[in-house]
């Protein structure tokens, strides 16, 4: 009797939930099962290996875990995803997910979501807005400890010299999160000691072809640059390009620090052509499926989560380069 009651129930209850779940406009994308959800997915473009790589786990992650995947790619434009957000608003996909290419400008749209009830999920890069109710979490990074550890690393292999060292940057896309706080964190740590001196330092928008064009502008500029830091393996990899056109051998003549850790800047690690690499793990697809799970059922979930991550030598990278997944 009572487990025909329940089943009874449940079943009245699955009915309730689906009429009033798929009615209205109709192909919510929920396609009818009680627990499969729906997420949109606004990605910031494919400027990087890292990118790729992150594309790729939230790709397989998506199947492995039963969500419907809507993806977009902005192309590194903030009026893209921001089309691409209100599209899966409209859509009323269960959940919103989005790596915001820059900080600043998320509010209006942030609240869109927010007034119709779509949890929203920030990956990878932060939003400054003041009110943290407008996403559920974040997951990703401290990219003020990746800028950190580079700094670690430079003041460490200069410790016995006095002389100046002269520092050119290349700077990730203007404005976003990883751009700013690799930044300032690198800054933190140089700052102790005023033989550090950034020369130039000036945005490759975190791609090779940007990474090799303003290189080869800081080497015209300047004769004497000792050591390049570079915000991603991208733009060091377009940058050791420029170096070796211009005679110059990069990992010596020019000592090179990235962050990443993608397979192509490992392989430069490896090769004695970068000299330490800070890692930024972009597999975040399996975390992010289990936020995702969470926040649509209601669960509380951590306002942060950060990813685990290290750091390479070039004996490390040849160590590891073989088992690397991306
Ligand atoms: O370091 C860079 C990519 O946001 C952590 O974006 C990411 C950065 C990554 O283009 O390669």
């Known amino acids: 009797m009572v487990l025909a009651g329940l089943t009874a129930m449940s079943l009245a209850a699955c009915g309730d939930a689906g009429s009033g779940g798929s009615g209205g406009s109709g192909g919510s994308g929920g396609s009818g099962g009680g627990d499969a959800i729906t997420m949109g997915f606004a990605q910031v473009g494919a400027e990087s290996g890292w990118r790729t790589a992150n594309t790729k786990s939230v790709q397989d992650a998506a199947k492995s875990a039963g969500v419907t995947l809507k993806f977009s790619d902005a192309q590194q434009k903030q009026e893209n995803q921001i089309k691409a957000i209100r599209s899966y608003i409209q859509q009323r996909v269960d959940v919103i997910a989005f790596s915001p290419v820059v900080e600043s400008g998320w509010d209006t749209v942030l609240k869109e979501a927010k007034d119709a009830n779509i949890p929203v999920i920030l990956t990878d890069r932060a939003v400054d807005s003041a009110d943290t109710s407008l996403y559920k979490t974040f997951l990703g990074s401290d990219f003020v400890e990746e800028g950190r550890k580079a700094g670690q ?33 690198f800054q933190e740590i140089i700052q102790a000691d005023p033989k550090f001196k950034i020369i130039a330092s000036q945005t490759g928008d975190f791609t090779r072809a940007k990474g090799k064009e303003v290189m080869e502008a800081f080497l015209k500029a300047h004769p004497d640059i000792d050591v390049l830091y570079a915000h991603n393996d991208d733009m060091g990899l377009g940058a050791i390009e420029a170096i070796e056109g211009a005679g110059k051998v990069p990992g010596q003549d020019i000592k090179i620090i990235t962050v990443d850790a993608v397979r192509d800047g490992m392989q430069a690690l490896a090769d004695g052509k970068i000299n330490f690499i800070v890692e930024c793990s972009p597999l975040l697809g399996p975390q992010l499926m289990d936020l995702a799970k969470k926040v649509v059922a209601g669960q509380q979930v951590p306002a942060r989560v950060v990813t685990e991550e290290t750091t390479f030598t070039q004996e490390q990278a040849k160590q590891v380069l073989s088992t690397r997944q991306y």
């Open 153 to 185: 690393w430079l003041v460490e292999e200069y410790q016995d010299g006095s002389e100046t060292v002269n520092i050119v940057e290349l700077q990730g896309t203007t404005g976003s999160a990883p751009a700013n706080d690799r930044k300032a964190g």
